[in-house]
């Protein structure tokens, strides 16, 4: 049975984890085994909760109630009720990470702040908070916070109406004691203090029916994890069982997924299903930045464990491969011990994770360092893919929808938005696999560049920022991800993801009309290669009229080797010169 946490009068958020002094101490024991340390964040007794990270690595968040003399801090007068978490971040740099860094105003203030997540690419902080709504989002603009705003959409609808109800819920069974104490309302002046503990009783009375049970248990957690497309977030939180409120949960603290709308709305709240959830609580979800890897912390008994590995809370991983989760694994020791251990996160490279325990008494932040055949605890190994998209000619920042193509998958793998003002992006891409891109903008061309992974390079990150034409006649761009066997005219299937999009271009500017032109490298005879260049113009154009782009608005041309891009004859020169394009041959839309 899930456990139940009751509240009246206000939510308390539940605030954990103690940071150890830095100190510098071993990844692994003489036995060579992993070992867990305590993490190496500098400050006392700090309670400091589990950090989230930019998916480029260099940013990490996370809630603390460790010291702070600042003035948003309100102290509270009772020393054993300390919910005024902050949030704290630290900037990775050449030399380490800085000591951690209160955010301060506008988003700290006397209240508390915890739970945070955030977005990708950076841009976007999300936590809990009261206020009136519960999820706050914080928008960084030129490395200063602005001023938080409620996140639209279902969630916090949910939260509002819940929290409305809530408090009627609550009324309700006040004027109900009222009413059972009203025979003996003279007790209220002769013993006050009688009356309050019959009061009391009545309430708890109450509280014990199912109904009550239900409806108070601790609905506000709110832990969450966005995935690095930025489309989706997954959250813990107790929406209670399947048909009682219209969600179809299983009762007590669950997995749900949340679609992330372009607007920035938390909408479209789902069950995550039942591989992941059980009958006991699943909470602090962690997707890693493979986007597959999926962390959480569970209370399900683990009858497989040897004893001492498992205990009340464990944490789990599991990995999301043919449209399916599989089967949650316990991560095992070092992470899991007898005692409380949860609150799962790893940064982008997958080299140090983080986890809270209290297995030695106190709740603590632990880390565990990593090694690379570590590979049943760490996520896919990825690379970090950032830069900014523009217009060719005034350079101004684009919103856009990048999409990437697993070529060695033949399938579209994912796409990102860049952030609408900065028109900036950040997207990670697991090693070991060839990838097509294409920038798609209203207005504009779209624009693909291609790019390979190699599965044993060390972690990195990329920069490529990407310059679209905008749609005038003359305006051209290479299919960068168009592809044929050596001195054929046969389309890769990989091909055709990158030219179905250009459907979708055409279908949308119905007036342009388009030059599709073959080149060829220097190879072979000049009669050779412009009859290869003609085919597989031809080829491009023959899929896109399948596709149902009318053949009047293509025309295919063959160059051969006439217009190279680069001269020379080395391998990379001939490489760059074998390409097929597109130009606007005319445009009135």
């Given amino acids: 049975m899930k456990h139940n946490r009751f509240l009246w009068f206000f939510i308390a958020f539940t605030a954990i984890g103690t940071i150890a002094r830095s100190q510098t101490l071993p990844a692994l024991s003489e036995s060579g085994q992993l070992v867990a340390i305590p993490a190496l964040l500098p400050d006392q007794d700090s309670a400091d909760d589990r950090p989230c990270f930019t998916l480029d690595g260099r940013a990490m968040y996370f809630g603390s109630r460790r010291f702070s003399k600042d003035p948003w ?35 700290n203030n006397s209240a508390g702040q915890l739970n945070p997540t955030i977005s990708p690419r950076g841009d976007e902080l999300y936590y809990v908070t009261g206020g009136g709504a519960i999820l706050w989002k914080a928008r960084l603009v030129d490395g200063k916070f602005q001023q938080p705003q409620p996140v639209p959409g279902m969630l916090n609808t949910i939260y509002s109406n819940k ?52 409806f108070f248990q601790g609905l506000i957690r709110c832990e969450s994890s966005i995935t690095p497309d930025g489309k989706f977030a997954i959250i813990s939180e107790n929406f209670g069982k399947g048909g009682a409120y219209g969600l179809g949960g299983r009762g007590g603290e669950d997995l749900w997924i949340v679609t992330i709308g372009t607007n920035g709305s ?41 004893r001492g590995t498992s ?52 709740s603590k932040l632990y880390q565990v360092n990593l090694r690379p055949q570590d590979s049943a605890v760490a996520p896919k190994p990825v690379v970090v893919l950032q830069g900014q998209v523009t217009d060719s000619k ?28 900065s028109g900036n992006y950040t997207l990670a891409a697991q090693r070991g696999h060839r990838f097509g891109i294409q920038a798609i903008a209203a207005g504009h061309l779209p624009r693909s560049e291609r790019f390979e ?28 991800n168009v592809s044929f066997d050596f001195g054929k005219a046969d389309l890769l299937d990989e091909s055709k993801l990158e030219l179905d999009r250009v459907v979708v271009f055409l279908s949308r500017s119905t007036n342009t ?41 293509l025309k295919a041309v063959g160059y051969g080797k006439s217009k190279p891009l680069v001269k020379g004859n080395t391998e990379a020169a001939r490489a760059q010169n074998r390409r097929v394009e597109m130009t606007i041959t005319s445009e009135s839309d």
């Fill in 73 to 107: 801090r309100a102290s509270d007068p009772n020393p054993h009720w300390k919910w005024d978490s902050d949030l704290w971040w630290r900037i990775l740099t050449d030399s380490g990470w800085t000591p951690p860094i209160n955010l301060g105003p506008p988003i």
């Fill in 163 to 214: 929290q409305f109800a809530e408090a009627h819920f609550e009324d309700s069974i006040r004027r109900l004691v009222a009413q059972e104490m009203a025979p003996d309302s003279d007790l209220r002046v002769r013993a006050p203090d009688a009356w309050d503990l019959h009061v009391r009783e009545h309430l708890v009375q109450h509280l014990k029916t199912q109904m009550a049970a239900d």
């Fill in 266 to 306: 938390w909408d479209t709240v789902r069950y995550m299903d039942t591989i992941v959830n059980s009958e006991y609580d699943e909470t602090y979800p962690f997707i890693a930045a493979d986007g597959i890897t999926l962390y959480f912390t569970s209370t399900r008994p683990c009858p497989t464990c040897p």
């Fill in 311 to 362: 205990g009340g809370q464990d944490l789990y991983r599991t990995q999301f491969n043919g449209g399916h989760w599989s089967k949650p694994e316990p991560l095992g020791p070092p992470f899991n011990s007898q005692a409380d251990d949860y609150g799962f996160s790893i940064g982008p490279d997958g080299k140090t994770a983080y986890f809270v325990s209290n297995r030695d008494g106190k």
């Fill in 394 to 421: 005034t350079h101004k920042p684009l919103a856009s929808e990048i999409f990437v193509d697993d070529l060695s998958e033949k399938q579209t793998d994912f796409s990102v938005y860049t952030d609408s003002l």
């Fill in 453 to 480: 992974v190699p599965a044993d390079r060390p972690f990195d990150r990329t920069k490529l920022n990407l310059e679209l034409q905008p749609i005038e006649l003359g305006a051209s761009m290479e299919f960068k």
């Fill in 513 to 553: 009309t388009l030059e599709i032109a073959g080149h060829t490298d220097d190879v072979g005879t000049v009669a050779a290669n412009q009859k290869l260049s003609e085919d597989r113009a031809d080829a491009v154009r023959n899929y896109l009229v399948s596709r149902g782009v009318p053949p009047t608005r």
